[in-house]
């Protein structure tokens, strides 16, 4: 029988947070761009490959929340064999910092699909801005870039992996 601990709470909790605002912020992302990308394709369907690479770029964010997800439900021990590892309190209170980071630079995606959409109208006009578009939003992803790597810096300054 594993043993639930506050500590394991806090965990648990932490891993919701990266995948739940990571899921969220990504699906606002894609939505916002998509509402765009469908209007350019509506007036031109060969722009469907430059739109989709836009559209799939604030994706990204719900996958380091996954990643985060994963990696705190691992450092619990409740994937693999089934043996819920004992979690302290303090474990679990810097599972849920490292969730919590994961979580709000997640909220980069909702910019970020703002900016695609935005280079779809670009694109739509001068294919050639393509590049130059997936570079604009590209960078608004650098934070939650940063957002995953503290988290995974903390997971192994804690030993939690």
Request: cysteine-free.
């Amino acid at each position: 029988m594993a043993e639930y601990t506050v500590g394991l709470i806090y965990a648990l909790l932490g891993a919701a947070i990266a995948m739940g605002m990571g899921g969220i912020s990504s699906g606002i992302g894609v939505m916002v761009s998509g509402v765009s990308g469908a209007g350019v394709i509506s007036e031109d369907p060969r722009k469907f490959g430059p739109v989709l690479v836009l559209q799939a770029l604030p994706q990204t964010q719900g996958i380091y929340g996954f990643l985060g997800a994963i990696i705190i439900l691992m450092g619990t021990g409740m994937l693999g064999v089934g043996v819920v590892k004992p979690i302290s309190e303090e474990l679990g209170l810097a599972a849920l910092a490292a969730g919590i980071v994961i979580g709000i630079t997640s909220l980069t995606a909702i910019a970020q699909g703002i900016i695609a959409a935005s280079g779809m109208h670009s694109v739509a006009k001068r294919p050639e801005t393509f590049g130059q578009s997936v570079v604009l939003a590209v960078m608004a992803e650098t934070f939650a870039i940063f957002g995953l790597l503290v988290a995974i810096l903390l997971f192994v300054g804690i030993e939690f992996i």
